[in-house]
T-cell receptor, first 114, second 112 residues
Framework: DAMVIQNPRYQVTQFGKPVTLSCSQTLNHNVMYWYQQKSSQAPKLLFHYYDKDFNNEADTPDNFQSRRPNTSFCFLDIRSPGLGDAAMYLC?????????????FGPGTRLTVT | KQEVTQIPAALSVPEGENLVLNCSFTDSAIYNLQWFRQDPGKGLTSLLLIQSSQREQTSGRLNASLDKSSGRSTLYIAASQPGDSATYLC???????????FGQGTTLQVKP
């Protein structure tokens, strides 16, 4: 089945130790998104790629970076995680040609910072 | 700025009840509205997508309506089951930004 896959599902990192989260998709969608969701809060968009064009949200901390080496994969890099970065990180995709089309979400990666 | 509000924040009902979850948004300029389900510690599962030109969508026991002019959507769940217990999130794609804006969610508990 076509889907959005996130690895790992659970990640524990130490304060200040760089960490990378991975997202892959078999939908061949040209838009990929990264959201951060803290406990009991709504998901918050961090950035998205439209093909290779990177779009950063104005309030996304500089500590967060992203890479998209090809259509299928997208990575979220947190350069120096702080305790406040502990959250669920959600990857989503959409066929960006028509913004009325839905976004498909992966299962998420739960990040713990110790 | 588009804002999405969901009421109530939490709801507890006995099994078998029909129930309605409410979602409101401040700017009627939207491409579509999606309802998602989120189980504890899990990702989002898309339940229903309503295009801006549509009034409702149905899937099994779920029915979602959209009144764009009043900025409201409802998710109707018929004959609720304990397996329906989850957080339900409403989100709109803003026509101005093309971005998905989420509400805070309604956490539903269906008691056997």
């Amino acid at each position: 089945d076509a889907m959005v896959i996130q690895n790992p599902r659970y990640q524990v990192t130490q304060f200040g130790k760089p960490v990378t989260l991975s997202c892959s998709q078999t939908l061949n969608h040209n838009v990929m998104y990264w959201y951060q969701q803290k406990s009991s809060q709504a998901p918050k968009l961090l950035f998205h790629y439209y093909d290779k064009d990177f779009n950063n949200e104005a309030d996304t901390p500089d500590n967060f970076q992203s890479r998209r080496p090809n259509t299928s994969f997208c990575f979220l890099d947190i350069r120096s995680p702080g305790l406040g970065d502990a959250a669920m990180y959600l990857c989503a995709t959409s066929s960006g040609g028509d913004r009325a089309l839905e976004q498909y979400f992966g299962p998420g990666t739960r990040l713990t910072v110790t | 700025k588009q804002e999405v509000t969901q009421i109530p924040a939490a709801l507890s009902v006995p099994e078998g009840e029909n129930l309605v979850l409410n979602c409101s948004f401040t700017d009627s300029a939207i491409y579509n509205l999606q309802w998602f389900r989120q189980d504890p510690g899990k990702g989002l599962t898309s339940l229903l997508l309503i295009q801006s030109s549509q009034r409702e969508q149905t899937s099994g026991r779920l029915n979602a309506s959209l009144d764009k002019s009043s900025g409201r959507s409802t998710l109707y769940i018929a004959a609720s089951q304990p397996g329906d217990s989850a957080t339900y999130l409403c989100a709109v794609v803003s026509s101005n930004t093309g971005k998905l804006i989420f509400g805070q969610g309604t956490t539903l508990q269906v008691k056997p």
